[in-house]
């Protein structure tokens, strides 16, 4: 939802002029984004994986890394990544999402096989 809403629409790369309204409703868009839809995901998640086998480890599933997990943190260095110039920072951080920043950093050698 985040590249349809945000990143594609008149996105540099079709031809459009990248102009600051171009820029402005690009930070709007995922302003809009990060308040209707990532606040009810970082919710979901962050209760989740408390309630998960590990009790806050960053894992899904017990103390093993699974697909969610890796899914998860390709989805925040994503948002993080591709922010807007202009946009409010993603409300994600250590601080404010601490079981979802373990996801993010998650250990390769704990990869369930």
């Given at each position: 939802?985040?590249?349809?809403?945000?990143?594609?629409?008149?996105?540099?790369?079709?031809?459009?002029?990248?102009s600051s309204d171009t820029r402005q409703r690009?930070?709007?868009?995922?302003?809009?984004?990060?308040?209707?839809?990532?606040?009810?995901?970082?919710?979901?998640?962050?209760?989740?994986?408390?309630?998960?086998?590990?009790?806050?480890?960053?894992?899904?599933?017990?103390?093993?890394?699974?697909?969610?997990?890796?899914?998860?943190?390709?989805?925040?260095?994503?948002?993080?990544?591709?922010?807007?110039?202009?946009?409010?920072?993603?409300?994600?951080?250590?601080?404010?999402?601490?079981?979802?920043?373990?996801t993010r950093e998650w250990d390769p050698r704990?990869?369930?096989?």
């Open positions: 939802m985040y590249h349809y809403k945000v990143l594609l629409p008149n996105w540099p790369s079709t031809g459009a002029k990248d690009r930070a709007g868009g995922a302003n809009q984004v990060y308040e209707a839809c990532l606040s009810n995901f970082v919710d979901i998640n962050e209760e989740r994986l408390q309630a998960s086998g590990g009790g806050g480890n960053g894992h899904y599933m017990g103390d093993k890394t699974s697909l969610a997990d890796i899914r998860v943190a390709m989805l925040i260095d994503r948002l993080m990544l591709l922010r807007p110039k202009g946009a409010s920072p993603v409300p994600l951080s250590e601080d404010r999402t601490p079981n979802l920043w373990r704990t990869w369930m096989p």
